[in-house]
């Protein structure tokens, strides 16, 4: 451990109040802003994504706040602690509120992934392209727990020993999802908005034309998750001290990226397996009327070659 330990904690605890506050709430209060404006009408879904939401929202609350309490008790209770906040921080890194901590934060992945995985599933409709995902999110589970139970120990640190072995197989599970699941869920946007591009007429196709943008795609694919989550298990593999500031990064946007995808769906303007199906028919229609009407002139093309013109009788 070195001062860019204290340096990087410091900027995590800073920047995740930023965040909390200027993403993570407002992105909340509109959601619910907008779950709100049809209460009369809510269907078990609109309930269920309030309860997923909330749920999340009190999961990387208590993880802020063991962090926000942990600096404090580090930097201002503690602050003539023998060997400095250094010391402070070997000596008490398994300290009961930061396994809380810890714990909220491998919960609220396994929300955040679960979220993912359906979110593949909507823009594929196709149950096999989730099977790869899905073993991984079994093995994240595991190891999570495992993980949980190993830096929670007394006297056990989370960046030194099997705590920290451990914990490199946990966030290269659980993140290898992530990035799968982006890129999955990116690919089929991006094949789906070409293809729409070059059928503007397809059924469907003008209204999914706007679900298929850039914005709309890194919103939906949950890039920023994915990106914080590899700079996270970089640094971390790596025993940089930065993981810690890497770490409070991934913590958020694995809260913000699925605020925004339930915040779009509870509006009306995320991809939904209706509206996925009706794209992927439209567009294998339009391509079945394509190759109707390229045969139809081949064979009319063939006909007229084998026609003699001196043989045809003007009447």
Not at 118 to 139: E, G, K, N, Q
Not at 175 to 196: D, M
Request: one cysteine or more.
């Amino acid at each position: 451990m070195s001062s860019l330990l204290l340096n990087a904690y410091y900027l995590a605890v800073n920047f995740n109040a930023i965040l909390y506050g200027m993403a993570e709430l407002v992105i909340y209060g509109l959601t619910m802003q907008a779950l709100f404006k049809h209460r009369k009408a809510w269907t078990r879904t609109d309930k269920f994504y309030m309860a997923f939401s909330t749920a999340m929202l009190c999961l990387i609350t208590i993880y802020m706040s063991t962090e926000a309490v942990f600096g404090q008790e580090m930097w201002v209770v503690n602050a003539d602690f023998p060997g400095g906040a250094l010391a402070w921080f070997a000596e008490n890194a398994d300290v009961w509120y930061q396994t809380l901590g810890t714990a909220s934060s491998v919960f609220l992945n396994m929300l955040s992934d679960a979220l993912l995985i359906y979110r593949v599933f909507v823009v594929w409709t196709d149950y096999r392209v989730i099977a790869f995902p899905c073993l991984l999110y079994v093995a994240s589970i595991a190891l999570g727990i495992l993980e949980l139970y190993l830096s929670g120990k007394p006297n056990a640190d989370f960046f030194v020993g099997k705590a920290m072995q451990l914990g490199t197989a946990y966030w290269a599970s659980t993140i290898s999802l992530n990035v799968i699941a982006t890129c999955i869920i990116c690919g089929r946007l991006t094949y789906l908005g070409r293809a729409i591009e070059a059928a503007r007429n397809v059924k469907g196709g003008k209204a999914a034309v706007r679900y298929t943008g850039t914005v709309s795609t890194v919103v939906e694919s949950a890039l920023p998750y994915s990106m914080a989550g590899l700079a996270f298990l970089v640094s971390f593999g790596i025993g940089s001290d930065l993981a810690v500031m890497f770490g409070a990064f991934y913590g958020l946007f694995s809260c913000i990226s699925p605020q925004l995808i339930i915040m779009r769906i509870v509006s009306g303007t995320a991809w939904t397996r209706n509206r996925t199906a009706e794209t992927v028919s439209g567009l294998e229609f339009q391509n079945l009327e394509g190759r109707v009407g390229s045969a139809a002139t081949g064979v009319a093309s063939e006909v007229a070659s084998t026609i003699d013109p001196k043989s045809v009788e003007v009447v």
